[in-house]
């Protein structure tokens, strides 16, 4: 009985999870509008996209390529 209980909770759990993760949508098109973000750059300096209001910015993520973490 405590094994079947552990189990549906796990399962519930899982569940829970399953149904909070925001879905996968197809990627963005050009000229889209990216949201507002602040992101450390390489010497540890805070970055924020709406710095660069009013001017050409290219964005470029790089996917993670089979690598761990």
Not at 15 to 44: C, E, K, Y
Request: aromatic content about 10%.
């Amino acid at each position: 009985m405590l094994r079947l209980l552990i189990f549906a909770l796990i399962v519930a759990a899982a569940l829970i999870v399953m149904i909070s993760r925001p879905s996968r949508t197809s990627a963005p098109t050009a000229g889209t509008m990216a949201p507002d973000f602040t992101l450390p750059s390489q010497d540890g300096t805070l970055v924020s996209l709406k710095d660069y209001r009013g001017k050409w910015v290219i964005l470029y993520f790089y996917p993670k390529d089979r690598t761990p973490g």
